[in-house]
């Protein structure tokens, strides 16, 4: 048998190498991949299933399931955890059973003003907006605060005139009314003896028959509406985002936790990325979402635990009310709110979608 000769075995031995190198590489590529996940929530609140009618619960989880497929094929194309999180909020925003964007109540004034925040985990950077009011998607517009402007918050006419700037969709005050949210704010109104304003410019006419419409719900099930998404990408990278029309019948251009960095929003890579929806003077004083966070960066708690020790233990303690939603980069998903109920939903790439109401869901 004819010998091989030095030169053609080395160059075996090198394809042999090269070829067990590759295997090692697509193995370790395959190691690295992260599993996309999302958590969102849509308010909290005194929601029972006593207060809510069946059809009005198949809307509201409807409702959440068609964010979360939003935000789910963002990230199973390979999307980043920003784009799945503005993709779903703008769905969010525009369904009017929660209270964002269309379909968020209504100041005391009969102005609809919208709050919003976005973080992005990998480098910190953040943007938020507060007191919107001509912009259709107020998520997207902190997301161009953060990412087109030297700023961090822009609050009011600014706000809007950054959005315009930045050519992001513009509409009529009155694009953000509901029938419902109007007569909430009616009905908060006359309790208070305050002053009704004048129904706003291009709104529908009355109901011809003069009676309220049907409330879904009991008038205290949004009392801390907000929407929220926080969402992992196979990068490894998390992300949190937050929008809210804030209190019904606010006074005085009152701004809650949702916008506030820290508060009621906050992501980064180094422990975890929250939304909050509550009562929005707790959530800041006790900056809810970073201690969250800094509990899994520096006391190395498990997210869920994390959550429940500001939920359930500090906000209570405080007589606060409300819940967040948490996600890390290794894929811990968790909830937490003191509330009866809770709109949210969560899903984890190759799992099942669970999506809960009621307290007694899991």
């Given at each position: 048998?004819?010998?091989?000769?030095?030169?053609?075995?080395?160059?075996?031995?090198?394809?042999?190498?090269?070829?067990?190198?590759?295997?090692?590489?697509?193995?370790?590529?395959?190691?690295?991949?992260?599993?996309?996940?999302?958590?969102?929530?849509?308010?909290?609140?005194?929601?029972?299933?006593?207060?809510?009618?069946?059809?009005?619960?198949?809307?509201?989880?409807?409702?959440?399931?068609?964010?979360?497929?939003?935000?789910?094929?963002?990230?199973?194309?390979?999307?980043?955890?920003?784009?799945?999180?503005?993709?779903?909020?703008?769905?969010?925003?525009?369904?009017?059973?929660?209270?964002?964007?269309?379909?968020?109540?209504?100041?005391?004034?009969?102005?609809n003003?919208?709050?919003?925040?976005?973080?992005?985990?990998?480098?910190?950077?953040?943007?938020?907006?507060?007191?919107?009011?001509?912009?259709?998607?107020?998520?997207?517009?902190a997301?161009?605060?953060?990412?087109?402007?030297?700023?961090?918050?822009?609050?009011?006419?600014?706000?809007?005139?950054?959005?315009?700037?930045?050519?992001?969709?513009?509409?009529?005050?009155?694009?953000?009314?509901?029938?419902?949210r109007?007569?909430?704010?009616?009905?908060?109104?006359?309790?208070?003896?305050?002053?009704?304003?004048?129904?706003?410019?291009?709104?529908?006419?009355?109901?011809?028959?003069?009676?309220?419409?049907?409330?879904?719900?009991?008038?205290?099930?949004?009392?801390?509406?907000?929407?929220?998404?926080?969402?992992?990408?196979?990068?490894?990278?998390?992300?949190?985002?937050t929008?809210?029309?804030?209190?019904?019948?606010?006074?005085?251009?009152?701004?809650?936790?949702?916008?506030?960095?820290?508060?009621?929003?906050?992501?980064?890579?180094?422990?975890?990325?929250?939304?909050?929806?509550?009562?929005?003077?707790?959530?800041?004083?006790?900056?809810?979402?970073?201690?969250?966070?800094?509990?899994?960066?520096?006391?190395?708690?498990?997210?869920?635990?994390?959550?429940?020790e500001?939920?359930?233990?500090?906000?209570?303690?405080?007589?606060?009310?409300?819940?967040?939603?948490?996600?890390?980069?290794?894929?811990?998903?968790?909830?937490?709110f003191?509330?009866?109920?809770?709109?949210?939903?969560k899903?984890?790439?190759?799992?099942?979608?669970?999506?809960?109401?009621?307290?007694?869901e899991?």
């Amino acid at each position: 048998m004819k010998q091989l000769s030095h030169s053609v075995i080395a160059g075996m031995v090198a394809i042999a190498a090269l070829g067990l190198l590759s295997s090692v590489s697509r193995a370790q590529s395959e190691q690295s991949r992260h599993k996309w996940a999302i958590v969102m929530h849509g308010g909290a609140g005194v929601i029972e299933r006593s207060s809510m009618s069946p059809k009005a619960e198949a809307e509201y989880r409807a409702g959440l399931k068609q964010a979360l497929d939003a935000a789910a094929a963002v990230l199973d194309k390979g999307g980043s955890s920003l784009d799945a999180v503005e993709a779903a909020i703008n769905i969010l925003e525009d369904d009017p059973h929660f209270n964002a964007g269309r379909g968020a109540v209504f100041a005391a004034d009969g102005t609809n003003q919208l709050d919003a925040a976005i973080m992005d985990g990998k480098t910190m950077t953040a943007g938020a907006v507060a007191d919107v009011q001509r912009t259709r998607h107020p998520i997207s517009l902190a997301r161009a605060v953060m990412e087109k402007s030297p700023h961090v918050f822009l609050i009011g006419e600014g706000a809007d005139a950054f959005a315009a700037h930045e050519k992001l969709e513009q509409v009529p005050r009155s694009f953000f009314f509901t029938e419902r949210r109007w007569q909430e704010l009616v009905r908060d109104l006359t309790k208070e003896g305050q002053p009704i304003p004048l129904r706003p410019e291009g709104a529908p006419a009355p109901p011809a028959h003069g009676k309220p419409v049907a409330f879904y719900e009991t008038p205290d099930a949004h009392k801390w509406g907000t929407v929220g998404v926080v969402a992992l990408d196979r990068n490894g990278n998390i992300a949190a985002g937050t929008s809210t029309g804030g209190l019904s019948a606010k006074r005085w251009n009152r701004v809650g936790d949702s916008p506030v960095i820290g508060a009621g929003t906050y992501a980064s890579n180094q422990s975890c990325a929250v939304s909050g929806t509550g009562t929005g003077e707790y959530f800041i004083r006790l900056t809810v979402a970073r201690t969250i966070c800094a509990l899994v960066q520096y006391k190395g708690m498990p997210l869920q635990a994390a959550a429940d020790e500001v939920i359930q233990k500090q906000l209570t303690a405080m007589h606060g009310d409300g819940g967040i939603i948490a996600l890390t980069p290794d894929g811990q998903m968790a909830w937490s709110f003191n509330t009866p109920g809770m709109f949210r939903a969560k899903l984890a790439e190759g799992g099942t979608v669970q999506i809960g109401i009621y307290r007694d869901e899991p």
